[in-house]
Each structure stands twice: as C-alpha cells, then as structure tokens.
C-alpha cells in the first residue's frame, strides 16, 4: 500500500469558521508533511513532522495549527483563515526525514476560503 | 542556498513526439538527492525517479529515461512517443543532505496534443 489519503476532498469555509484537514498513511513511514501549492505555482513546505514530533514549521501563521495524533495520522487544523489562504494542501510521508527519501503525495484537498 | 530552475514554463507537443523536460539545479553541498514528479490535473504528484549526487549514471524506465549531468548541473527529463496521458506538469526537486527541505522548481507544464 504506497497511498495517502486526505479529507475531504474539497473544502469550502468562511473567514470565521474552523475546520480541519486530515491525512492518513499506512505504510510505517515516519515523516510527514504539509505543503500549500497555489495556482502554477510549486508546493510549497509548511510543516514537517518526525517520529510523531514537529521539527519544521516555515514560519506558518498561527491560523494554521498541525497535529501528528500518531504515526499514521496528521491533521491541519484551521481558524480564521484569509481568502489568500486559498489553495491546495497537500500531504505527504516519506520513511524518513532523510534527505535521500522520497515523499509519496496526497491528492490534496482544495480549499476556498470565502 | 539551493535553487532549482525549470526554464520551460510550458511545452506543447503532437502525440508520438520526443520531449525533453529540462532541470539545472544549484548546490553548494557534494551529496544531495535530485527527483522528478509528475502532477496531473487531478492534483496528486507522482513520484518519478531519486537520483544521488553520486551516481551519474542515466536512468530508462519505459518510455521515460533521465540525463543526469554533474559537470553542467543538469537532470533533464526525456519522455519517448510521448501519449495525451503525460499531460501533466512535472517538477524537479533538490534535496540537500545538510539542507532542510525539497526544494521544487517552478515546474513546466506539458500538453500534449492528440
């Protein structure tokens, strides 16, 4: 099994709700990884996740608020987003946070804040 | 810092043509990791291909094969008799063995045409 998954799919909020993004692999990988991809553009990094513990955060707003319940779970929580915040989110795991190894994606999961 | 460019932003091509993707990273370090993926419209990137800073040696897989060129810095892509199905966008990346994330390129967007 070499799958991530992500829900949901497609994700519509306003300024002031709060919802969460969830990400799930079970391939005994232990780095995870949340990236923002806008519109042409590349993904971009915005948390990295190791053995259960965040050890990158790229200076990502507070409105954006990760969580690792276990090795095979990841969440990104969100709160007051802005529209810019508009985008998809990807998830993504690798064995390892080791330079050497690839990271197997998630569909992504659009969002549109509103 | 390390930098990945993709000059082609897009390239058309007429199914069963050959179609070379290019990649020139920058690096300071003497062990690193290159990788191609591959985005489809459905939004999931695909894991191509990881190749070390020590093994120059090109890679076929099918009707991909990759060019990897230390003297020039370059990992260049070839799709062979491409297909409507490669239509996608494909993305570089660098890692660094003392660096701290992939570092995508912009990406080149590929279409092509029945």
């Known amino acids: 099994d070499t799958e991530v998954t992500q829900t949901p799919k497609h994700l519509v909020m306003g300024m002031t709700n709060k919802k969460s993004l969830k990400c799930e692999q079970h391939?005994?990988?232990?780095?995870m990884y949340w990236y923002k991809q806008k519109a042409k553009k590349p993904p971009e990094l915005m948390f990295v996740?190791?053995?259960?513990?965040?050890?990158i955060n790229e200076s990502v707003p507070s409105r954006f608020s990760p969580e690792c319940p276990n090795s095979s779970l990841l969440n990104l929580h969100l709160h007051a987003l802005q529209p810019e915040d508009s985008a998809l989110y990807l998830c993504?795991?690798?064995?390892?946070?080791?330079?050497?190894?690839?990271?197997?994606f998630g569909p992504g999961t659009r969002l549109t804040v509103t | 810092a390390q930098k990945v460019t993709q000059a082609q932003t897009e390239i058309s091509v007429v199914e069963k043509e050959d179609v070379t993707l290019d990649c020139v990273y920058e690096t300071r370090d003497t062990t690193y990791y290159l990788f191609w993926y591959k985005q489809p419209p459905s939004g999931e990137l695909v894991f191509l291909i990881r190749r070390n800073s020590f093994d120059e040696q090109n890679e076929i897989s099918g009707r991909y094969s990759w060019n990897f060129q230390k003297s020039t810095s370059s990992f260049n892509f070839t799709i062979t008799a491409s297909q409507v199905v490669d239509s996608a966008v494909y993305f570089c990346?660098?890692?660094?063995?003392?660096?701290?994330?992939?570092?995508f390129g912009p990406g080149t967007r590929l279409s092509v045409l029945p």
């Open positions: 993504a795991s690798s064995p390892r946070r080791g330079a050497g190894d690839e990271q197997y």
């Open positions: 996740y190791s053995y259960e513990k965040l050890s």
């Open positions: 391939m005994g990988h232990r780095a």
């Open positions: 990346a660098l890692s660094e063995v003392y660096g701290q994330n992939f570092v």
